[in-house]
Nanobody
Framework: VQLVESGGGLVQPGGSLRLSCAASGFTFSSYGMGWARQVPGKGLEWVSGIYSLGSTFYADSVKGRFTISRDNAKNTVYLLMNSLKPEDTAVYYC???????????????WGQGTRVTVSS
């Protein structure tokens, strides 16, 4: 399994970013995909998930601002982040699993992540 995240960067509060995660090594269309984030020194926080058939879920902290989507033809999952806040600053990681409503226990296929910094 390989997951390669991209799209992070520095953005002002209220701005937008779109993260991408290119996946390989498994049958992408058969798996749920999700995003989680981690602030240095803190635990991993689940952000959003999308089932293989397209149902989506969001943490309360990002609901209404973030949108997860997937392109099974490109083996890629996206996270569109609008109305960004300083508290969204973190390293963002994608993951795969049968139930993307949370980070699978013991998940060990993490990519390198992509850093998002929201600051003026």
């Amino acid at each position: 399994v390989q997951l390669v995240e991209s799209g992070g960067g520095l953005v002002q509060p209220g701005g937008s970013l779109r993260l991408s995660c290119a996946a390989s090594g498994f049958t992408f269309s058969s798996y749920g995909m999700g995003w989680a984030r981690q602030v240095p020194g803190k635990g991993l926080e689940w952000v959003s998930g999308i089932y293989s058939l397209g149902s989506t879920f969001y943490a309360d902290s990002v609901k209404g601002r973030f949108t997860i989507s997937r392109d099974n033809a490109k083996n890629t999952v996206y996270l569109l982040m609008n109305s960004l806040k300083p508290e969204d600053t973190a390293v963002y990681y994608c993951f795969h699993g049968p139930s993307p409503g949370g980070v699978p226990p013991g998940y060990d296929s993490w990519g390198q992540g992509t850093r998002v910094t929201v600051s003026s």
